[in-house]
């Protein structure tokens, strides 16, 4: 696929009616993730015995235990992150400083804070709910094992 796409590497578990169930594989992240000043995402990123496991929808069914290539549009990977992280902090900041424009120094800001939160997480869910398709990865390739 062309350089426009974030790919991560998967195992064929099993098949569905609409395609194939697949247990995602944990990788090591960038160099900068790895490092001790990083972001931290290693410790995310490390393997335990909880797998991470995904349908996708396609017509091609590779053998179970084969290993395939997933990708992701980079602009949906910057679209999810953007509505996962500022849709509720965006909704949350206008709540609190509506309130607090209305009643300065008002003991519940931080109150309207955390609901502005929770809004937000029930609009994204919402959203996330009619819009799941376009924030899928897509089975781009698929190897021998």
Same mark, same amino acid.
Not at 30 to 39: E, K, L, M, Q, V
Not at 77 to 82: E, F, G, K, M, Y
């Given at each position: 696929?062309?350089?426009?796409?974030?790919?991560?590497?998967?195992?064929?578990?099993?098949?569905?009616?609409?395609?194939?169930? /697949?247990?995602?594989?944990?990788?090591?992240?960038? %160099?900068?993730?790895?490092?001790?000043?990083?972001?931290?995402?290693?410790?995310?990123?490390?393997?335990?015995?909880?797998?991470?496991?995904?349908?996708?929808?396609?017509?091609?069914?590779?053998?179970? %235990?084969?290993?395939?290539?997933?990708?992701?549009?980079?602009?949906?990977?910057?679209?999810?992150? /953007?509505?996962?992280?500022?849709?509720?902090?965006?909704?949350?900041?206008?709540?609190?400083?509506?309130?607090?424009?209305?009643?300065?120094?008002?003991?519940?800001?931080?109150?309207?804070?955390?609901?502005?939160?929770?809004? %937000?997480? /029930? /609009?994204?869910?919402?959203?996330?709910?009619?819009?799941?398709?376009?924030?899928?990865?897509?089975?781009?390739?698929?190897?021998?094992?």
């Amino acid at each position: 696929m062309s350089g426009d796409c974030a790919t991560a590497e998967a195992r064929v578990v099993g098949w569905t009616t609409a395609g194939v169930r /697949v247990a995602l594989a944990a990788s090591e992240g960038c %160099g900068r993730c790895a490092a001790r000043g990083g972001c931290g995402a290693r410790w995310l990123l490390q393997k335990s015995d909880d797998r991470r496991e995904i349908e996708i929808d396609t017509e091609q069914r590779p053998a179970i %235990g084969q290993t395939v290539t997933l990708a992701l549009t980079r602009a949906s990977l910057v679209r999810a992150s /953007v509505l996962v992280y500022g849709l509720p902090l965006w909704l949350a900041l206008g709540a609190t400083l509506a309130v607090n424009v209305r009643s300065p120094d008002h003991w519940s800001l931080p109150l309207v804070f955390v609901a502005g939160l929770a809004v %937000g997480g /029930v /609009v994204l869910r919402r959203h996330l709910r009619r819009r799941s398709e376009a924030y899928r990865p897509r089975l781009v390739s698929s190897s021998v094992a």
